[in-house]
């Protein structure tokens, strides 16, 4: 009994660390989504964040200025999307595939010419990466029974960008349901005529929203490559910036389902490095592409209808046209 | 009445490509009055008021506001200038409450809860001076279009509009909701405010306006006294040349039934009873006519009888054949292989794809037929001979069948659909919203051609918001409300008494 609660624990403990990227890019990707503007480029905006991340802090041996470097990047890479799909109104989809593409590419190829270790950034040197904190009293309480293990192992012991994740909930149900930019935004996205006859400018407010986005990925990226580990690794995201948009779906757009959405592919990760190689009574083993899988076999069901129905907002992938041609 | 000029326009020009818009546009409207602005549709009433809001630039010309020189670049600057404007398509965020729409954009602080106190009490005043209620905390989506236009109006008032813009206000209410409008718009009057009201109905600038200028392809034609002019006069200018006002027509000889609908039962996607227990006749040789105000239930009815949409329970006879519409999945094929035509209300959704060529267009829904089909390929030669054909017996305009129908007015599009269906000799013909965003020209002609089908001893069941087209054409006037219907009148009956029904309150009069 005492074992399986320690197992929970531990299986919980991680589902935290997986889910932390998610949840970044999915908030992300909410922003983005809210105002109108369809965003497939979470994946590559997340990659090109964890190769800034990583070759600056790197080079600089700061954690702080890695994070920094990997917003850049994301930002920049997000402008590029704003420019094709809010300036010239072009199709999101593409642009959003495109960028996705050029970050692949565009990291390995920097990777190897930089560092010449076949596209990953060399391990980093103390300071460049952020460490676990350690919540205070957290080893005082180690060893009461229950709660003892939950506080000690499932809330202290991340490192601060997990904080920032989950911090980053309320704050953005706040400033969506609570803020005069929020209600802009959500505006824009549901009939950006009606903002723009409002005499607010629906251009600077897409802008804003992928702006956001750029920065929550830009987090979501840096965390791969200088949290979770030490250093960047060719093609790290390894699809987390589409599990994030599933999860955003799965969501239905909202900020505190996000969370639970992220939780549980995140959960079903955790079970899946968990159960890796082990069998299970009565089933035997379950390959692990079975648990990999489930994040999108639960999305198309929802899709599906079964679980209610996912509403994006109205105007999302659409260009705003303001002249008729 | 004072005489300075609440907005005067001189010179304004506006071209969309090869399209000239607005031609040399001089305008002058005096405060405190309410102005009309009349014309056709594409005549370019709605360019120039866009203009005016700051929505499109001019090209050329200038804008005067109480007398000074202005430029308005952007909606933005239109509200500072003190101009409202209620869009024909509601500018609204249908998922937000009333509260949220109107503060939109002038939410007073960055935290939503700075402003909406302030905002409440405002609204609240605004009810009270203008006759405005609407709950500000309903969801606007779920409101009746009548009080999301209310929506419209108090936004603009809550931003300080002095010049309030209608764009054809009128279009989706009953008639009571109208005269309620007028009632406000006659309010705004009298507190001082300027109303420009964009219309094509002669019916509203005869009864609300001061004065009225007329639009014709572009260009201001005329600026009379409304007191000083007629209808007849207006429709001269409007289409240049004299039309006629009436529908001619000899009574009707109804024969045998055609159509034959028993106990439809409908329930749309969110599982709403939308058409409930609709049984009714059509006979050969009549037009029956259904009013209602757009939304209970006439959409769904032309929808399901036209197999596009799946009934919970309803048996029809068409020309001899019965077939219970449960039973089948919905299948318009069959349905029009039995003789039905079907002109849907909405022909931008249903009745074309816009990218299509004229052609492609015109055999639509019967591209499978014998005659079009050449083995496996489509006989484009035969084709276009008979879109030809048709383009001639139409007058569709510009008579090109290669053209996309995008690049067709509204009337001339209605054309293209009306043709395809009726060419194909149907004998029961559903037609819904024949004329919405047709111009007065195209609008006799399509009258015209219903009423000579139905002299060849056709059945047609016309659905229409208008109820003035329901009086002139049909030869029996059913009532819809809520989904059910309410009541049969003949044509002549009293409009006030049709708005009546229309309006769900048959039960005071009857």
């Given at each position: 009994m005492f074992e399986n609660f320690q197992t929970l624990i531990l299986i919980l403990d991680s589902t935290v660390r997986l889910s932390t990227p998610l949840l970044l890019a999915c908030l992300a990707g909410l922003y983005s989504e809210r105002s109108g503007i369809v965003d497939i480029g979470l994946e590559g905006k997340m990659l090109g964040a964890a190769f800034g991340a990583g070759a600056i802090a790197y080079l600089t041996g700061n954690a702080w200025l890695g994070l920094l470097g990997g917003i850049g990047v994301a930002i920049l890479l997000a402008l590029l999307h704003g420019y094709a799909s809010?300036?010239?109104?072009?199709n999101q989809i593409v642009s959003g595939v495109a960028i996705n593409f050029l970050a692949i590419g565009l990291t390995a190829l920097l990777g190897q010419s930089w560092f010449h270790q076949g596209g990953r950034t060399p391990p980093l040197p103390k300071g460049g990466r952020f460490q676990d904190i350690v919540l205070p009293g957290a080893e005082a309480v180690?060893?009461?029974?229950?709660l003892g293990p939950i506080y000690y192992e499932l809330l202290s012991g991340h490192n601060i960008l997990v904080y920032v994740a989950f911090a980053a909930v309320p704050l953005t149900w706040w400033v969506l349901f609570r803020t005069r930019f929020g209600l802009r935004l959500r505006a824009v996205g549901e009939n950006p005529a009606a903002v723009d006859t409002a005499g607010i400018s629906v251009i600077l407010l897409r802008y804003r929203a992928v702006i956001i986005c750029g920065i929550l990925t830009g987090i979501a990226g840096s965390y791969l490559s200088?949290?979770?580990?030490s250093g960047f690794i060719k093609?790290?995201?390894?699809g987390k910036g589409y599990i994030a948009l599933a999860a955003l779906i799965f969501a239905k757009w909202k900020p505190v389902n996000a969370m639970f959405a992220c939780l549980l592919f995140g959960f079903l990760d955790a079970i899946a490095i968990r159960l890796q190689g082990q069998a299970l009574p009565l089933i035997g083993e379950v390959p692990v592409q079975f648990f990999q899988a489930l994040p999108y076999i639960l999305t198309v069901i929802l899709l599906a209808g079964f679980i209610g129905k996912a509403i994006p907002?109205?105007?999302?992938?659409v260009p705003y046209l303001k002249e008729r041609t | 009445m004072t005489e300075t000029a609440a907005i005067e326009l001189r010179g304004v020009n506006k071209s969309f490509g090869a399209v000239h818009?607005?031609?040399?546009i001089d305008l002058l409207v005096k405060k405190g009055t309410i102005h009309g602005i009349i014309g056709e549709n594409g005549a370019g009433k709605s360019t120039l008021m866009s203009i005016l809001y700051g929505f499109y630039q001019a090209d050329s010309g200038s804008i005067h506001v109480d007398g000074v020189e202005v430029k308005i670049s952007d909606s933005r600057q239109a509200i500072g200038l003190g101009i409202g404007m209620v869009h024909q398509h509601f500018m609204?965020?249908?998922?937000?409450?009333v509260l949220e729409n109107v503060i939109l954009?002038?939410?007073?602080?960055?935290?939503?809860?700075?402003g909406t106190q302030r905002a409440r009490e405002e609204l609240y005043r605004l009810e009270q001076d203008y006759?405005?209620?609407?709950?500000?905390?309903?969801i606007v989506g779920e409101l009746a279009v009548g009080l999301q236009q209310r929506v419209e109006i108090l936004k603009a008032l809550f931003r300080g509009a002095e010049i309030l813009i209608l764009d054809?206000?009128?279009?989706?209410?009953t008639p009571s909701e109208a005269d309620h409008l007028f009632k406000i718009l006659n309010v705004l009057k009298d507190q001082g405010k300027t109303v420009l009201l964009i219309t094509h109905k002669l019916r509203e600038i005869m009864a609300i306006t001061d004065e009225v200028s007329v639009m014709r392809r572009g260009e201001m034609v005329a600026t009379r006294k409304t007191a000083d002019t007629s209808m007849s006069e207006l429709a001269e200018l409007m289409v240049g040349r004299s039309v006629l006002l009436e529908v001619e027509k000899t009574p009707a000889q109804p024969k045998q039934t055609v159509l034959d609908v028993q106990n439809l039962r409908v329930t749309d996607s969110r599982g709403?009873?939308?058409?409930?227990?609709v049984s009714l006749q059509v006979k050969a040789g009549e037009i029956v006519g259904i009013a209602g105000v757009?939304?209970?239930g006439q959409s769904e009815l032309l929808e399901t009888l036209a197999g596009i949409r799946k009934a919970d329970h309803g048996i029809i006879t068409l020309a001899g054949n019965t077939l219970d519409l449960t039973k089948v999945s919905p299948d318009p094929a069959e349905i029009r292989g039995m003789g039905l035509g079907h002109v849907p209300e909405d022909r931008h959704r249903m009745g074309l794809?816009?990218?299509?060529s004229e052609y492609e267009n015109a055999i639509?829904?019967?591209?499978?037929?014998?005659?079009?089909?050449n083995g496996w390929l489509l006989d484009r030669s035969a084709i276009k001979q008979e879109a030809r054909d048709a383009i001639e017996k139409y007058d569709?305009?510009?008579?090109?069948?290669?053209?996309?129908?995008?690049?067709?007015?509204g009337g001339n599009q209605q054309k293209i659909v009306l043709a395809r269906e009726i060419e194909r000799d149907p004998e029961v013909l559903l037609v819904g919203?024949?004329?919405?965003?047709?111009?007065i020209g195209a609008i006799e002609f399509i009258h015209k051609r219903l009423i000579e089908l139905r002299d060849q001893g056709k059945g047609i069941l016309l659905v229409s918001v208008e109820l003035d087209e329901i009086r002139s054409l049909a030869d029996r006037i059913i009532v819809m409300f809520d989904g059910a219907i309410v009541g049969e009148r003949e044509p002549g009956a009293d409009e006030t008494e049709l708005g009546l029904l229309m309006a769900g309150v048959e039960g005071e009069r009857a």
């Open positions: 809010i300036t010239n109104r072009g180690k060893d009461v029974p229950f200088i949290a979770q580990s093609d790290m995201t390894a907002p109205k105007a999302s992938g | 818009a607005n031609k040399d609204l965020v249908e998922s937000f409450t954009g002038a939410e007073g602080g960055a935290r939503l809860a700075d006759e405005l209620k609407v709950d500000p905390d309903a054809e206000p009128t279009g989706v209410l709403v009873r939308v058409v409930k227990d757009s939304g209970n794809i816009n990218s299509f639509l829904g019967y591209h499978q037929s014998e005659q079009y089909s569709i305009r510009p008579p090109n069948p290669d053209l996309k129908t995008a690049n067709f007015s919203q024949p004329t919405r965003g047709v111009d």
